[in-house]
């Protein structure tokens, strides 16, 4: 491997001698953003960059097709508040209170869990930490906890009129508890939007060139946000970007290397919208060229998708987040209709101790399920769905083949993958995830991903510190061997 890292120009890369999965060894030669040739042996141009794959494997760039960028950014710079750093009161009390010497900062709270404390409030954190503002974030993404401080930064009072989900305690005052009102609460936020330098960075060191980011509340804000990290040069991967209606207008006037993805449907059991209303939404994305993907955690929620994609007819893209409990209905279903599901594998090996708690006994077979969404006949792809899942998809994969919990508790064997199927589902096509693993091939774009071992033993170490090198859209954006040297 060259120790140099290379900035596309005018010369050609070469990458000589690299296994292709399933095909042999070949030269593959790269000019500008593109793959220009590919055979057994090609002759090195003069001034062309040579790198030695040592006939190891060389694959299209990983896809992350369920993550929340911006949170992610900011979640490094938050305080991890549940499991399995923080699980009771006296560890979230002694977390806090590392971070509450400053008065002038607000403090961000990540990763909480009932588990720890189902009383924790704004009085609770005011005893705890009261000297400043404070925000803590449910794991499930869909409740906020504020403090006095914060409360009054925000100018939250009886004064103003709340939304529902603004929590009242017993005594007819706010308990700090926000249920599933982050737009509401971000218009009150002066945030600075995170720099997303140093998590691209560590996708690329995981091999990932694509990502798509599934906000539900993405608008035009959010794009202009994103495209700014992109002209930067804080984003050098390709993004697809989900989102709500208000992106319907932006179909013609896409960046290079951003594209607009599907309309993104939230859908929560105790507040199902009204059917025909939905069926409604999600035809007028269908006529502006975009496909509906639908959160769904509850197999409740699952059944309604399905149920309003009868209706609506389905559109080529139109697609599952999680599928967190799908039965067989559900699987003939969305093989029947063509609908693929982005699920979280490695949620099994994060969170599955806790599923054995929370999840009906009877559902717990049925978690993040695998193998059987292959043998229905559904597109299966995954994502980190980060902040609220860790970002390796390399873990994701080992997860999918081993389905055991952190205390090593086998969930749903009969799910397992094999090590190419857990590959597969990282290395579909940004706007059509799932399937087989992209064929790289002249013509096609230069998202790629080698790495410093043969596929015969990767598959028995599917791990993100074989990464050799990631290019994306020709250029070099990890290198292995000079960041070792760099540090």
Known sequence: MSQELYSRSEC????????????????????????????????????????????????????????????????????????????????????????CKSKST??????????????????????????RPVRIQHRSGMMWILNSCALSELAIDEKIELPDGAERGDDGQLSGRFYNLDAWLGERLAKVRP???????????????????TGATNGRASWSALEAAMNAGELRQRLLVMGNEELHELVATQPKRMALGPLKIYLREVTLPELDALVARIATAHQHGRSAAFHCVSL????FAILALREAGVRAGDRIE????????????????????????????ERGDQYLVDVDVDDVPLLYRGASF????????????????????????RAAIARRTPSDVEIGRKETLSPLQALNLFGGELQKPGGDLRALAV????????????????????????????????????DAAATQLAS
């Not at 607000?106 to 000297?131: A, E, P, T, Y």
């Not at 999680?322 to 559900?330: L, T, V, W």
């Not at 229905?376 to 994701?396: E, F, H, I, K, R």
Request: aromatic letters at 6%; proline letters at 4%; glycine letters at 8%.
């Open 195 to 213: 720099n997303l330098r140093d998590l691209s960075h560590e996708l690329a060191a995981f091999g990932v060139t694509g990502l798509t980011d």
């Open 443 to 478: 013509g096609q774009v230069a998202d790629l991903c080698l790495l410093a071992l043969p596929w015969e033993q990767l598959q028995l170490d599917l791990d993100a510190r074989h990464v050799a090198l990631t290019l994306c859209d020709g250029q070099i954006i990890y």
């Open 300 to 303: 409740v929620e699952l059944h």
């Open 106 to 131: 607000w403090l961000r709270g990540v990763g909480f869990h009932d588990s720890v404390s189902k009383r924790i409030d704004r009085q609770w954190l005011d005893r705890v930490c009261g000297n």
């Open 12 to 99: 050609s890369l070469l990458i000589r001698r690299a296994q292709l999965l399933g095909r042999g060894v070949f030269d593959v030669r790269i000019s500008g953003s593109t793959i220009t040739a590919l055979a057994e042996q090609l002759v090195p141009l003069s001034g062309e960059s040579i790198v030695e794959a040592g006939c190891n494997l060389l694959l299209p760039g990983l896809h992350d097709h369920h993550l929340h960028l911006f949170a992610t950014a900011a979640a490094r710079a938050s305080v991890v508040c549940g499991p399995p750093q923080v699980n009771n009161e006296v560890e979230l009390e002694a977390a806090l209170l590392k971070h």
């Open 374 to 397: 292959l043998r229905a006949g559904v597109a299966l792809a995954a994502g980190s769905d980060a902040p609220y899942g860790g970002t390796d998809p390399w873990s994701s994969m």
């Open 322 to 349: 999680h599928a967190a409990i799908a039965d067989d209905y559900a699987l003939d279903a969305l093989a029947e209709l063509g609908i693929t599901v982005v699920t979280q594998p490695h949620f099994i090996a």
